[in-house]
């Protein structure tokens, strides 16, 4: 007998984990594929999948035209959800995370659902007009992403007066997430409001006040999870599901080069930089040697900020708001398109790679998905790697 619930989400069963949508290209139709195959929630990142299809990168490789880049990227959506459906076998489910702060991020909705994603997810800002970017796909379940219940009160009351209720919510961490996070200054990202007891009990309360009842959104923990006794915690806590993303991204279906995710996965957490990226929100990644160099540099660099197209060095205008494009001098001034490009090919010394602060349930070692979810829920371990110390 199970000891924990389904989590329920857009008429399916799944299993209460779900893997965190990271990009560029670190979550794309393998991981998202193997985690669905597994009966889980798989998450595609939506941002610049060019990367994984040689064609679409040289059709625009040096391009300055931005409806081109635009249509590569959406069709490079198309395909990664078209494959992941593939890798899936009508389990799981498949969800695309687009992030708010992206300038294309409407028509990147709109491809998602066109092509037959099980879900939205949508952080990096408030996501207050989702509801109106998916009107024509009712099926499709909608999941903000944020981190202390203020913020679910915001979305959620908003959403409802245009008749549309949050499937779910992802409960975001800013102290143990990696990646960009839900603070507004990096001071605050280890804030007693963020705390998960805290803000499960204030959703459970605030969704009580709406009298939502049993169309209340399923609560969805991230940041911090990495054994299987704090999955048995959150889930009995109040939480539907807990959400992944550095565990997965090492996994042997991530989709990066071997070099990232063996740069995650020799990291050590105390080491990790935290510092505010060019989208303008608190950020947390390894200190490899370009993000080392450019920390050093950081200050001269933001002193000469100007805004000026031509600092877009992709010529893609991927952000609304770009510090280093725009001149904006109090956020990150470097190409982040660029870097997290570099990233994903494994370009230890020219990338950046985002990690959360959490041990890996496997410590260094590389494990197919499966034996992670296993461990997740069971709390067995590989034969192969045998218990850890």
């Not at 929630?41 to 040689?54: K, Y």
């Not at 702060?101 to 996501?127: F, K, N, T, W, Y």
């Not at 940041?223 to 009995?236: A, M, P």
Request: charged share 25%; net charge positive; proline share 4%.
């Amino acid at each position: 007998m199970m000891w924990f619930n389904s989590f329920k989400l857009a008429g399916r069963e799944l299993l209460p984990i779900v893997q965190g949508g990271m990009g560029v290209g670190i979550s794309a139709h393998r991981l998202a594929g193997a985690v669905a195959a597994q009966n889980a929630l798989g998450t595609i990142a939506s941002v610049d999948l060019r990367h994984h299809h040689p064609d679409l990168l040289a059709a625009t490789h040096r391009c300055r035209d931005h409806a081109l880049i635009d249509q590569a990227n959406l069709t490079a959506l198309d395909r990664e959800i078209q494959a992941a459906r593939r890798l899936a076998q009508g389990k799981g489910a498949i969800a695309v995370n687009v992030m708010k702060a992206v300038r294309e991020h409407p028509a990147l909705v709109r491809q998602a659902c066109e092509s037959g994603a099980d879900a939205i997810v949508m952080g990096a800002g408030l996501p207050l007009d989702l509801p109106e970017m998916t009107a024509d796909y009712p099926k499709v379940a909608l999941i903000p992403i944020l981190s202390d219940a203020r913020g679910v009160g915001i979305v959620l009351k908003k959403w409802l007066k245009k008749g549309r209720r949050a499937d779910a919510v992802v409960i975001e961490h800013p102290g143990y997430a990696g990646g960009h996070l839900g603070a507004a200054k990096l001071a605050e990202l280890r804030d007693e409001r963020f705390d998960f007891e805290r803000v499960l009990a204030e959703c459970h309360a605030l969704f009580q006040s709406l009298a939502l009842g049993k169309d209340a959104p399923r609560l969805i923990v991230a940041g911090g999870v990495d054994s299987h006794e704090k999955v048995r915690r959150w889930l009995s806590s109040g939480a539907d599901a807990v959400q992944l993303g550095t565990a997965f991204a090492v996994s042997e279906e991530g989709d990066a080069h071997l070099n990232f995710k063996q740069t995650l996965a020799d990291a050590d957490p105390a080491e990790l930089v935290e510092f505010v990226s060019v989208a303008g929100l608190p950020a947390r990644a390894v200190a490899t040697p370009w993000l080392k160099q450019y920390l050093r540099r950081e200050a001269s660099l933001q002193a000469s900020a100007r805004a000026d197209a031509r600092r877009c060095t992709q010529r893609m205008d991927c952000l609304s708001q770009c510090g280093l494009r725009d001149g904006i001098s109090r956020i990150g001034q470097f190409c982040i398109d660029l870097k997290l490009a570099a990233a994903v090919r494994g370009e230890v010394d020219k990338g950046l790679f985002f990690r959360g602060t959490s041990k890996l349930p496997f410590g260094q070692a590389i494990r197919p998905v499966s034996e992670l979810i296993d461990y997740l829920l069971h709390g067995r371990y590989p034969a192969a790697i045998g218990q850890p110390a």
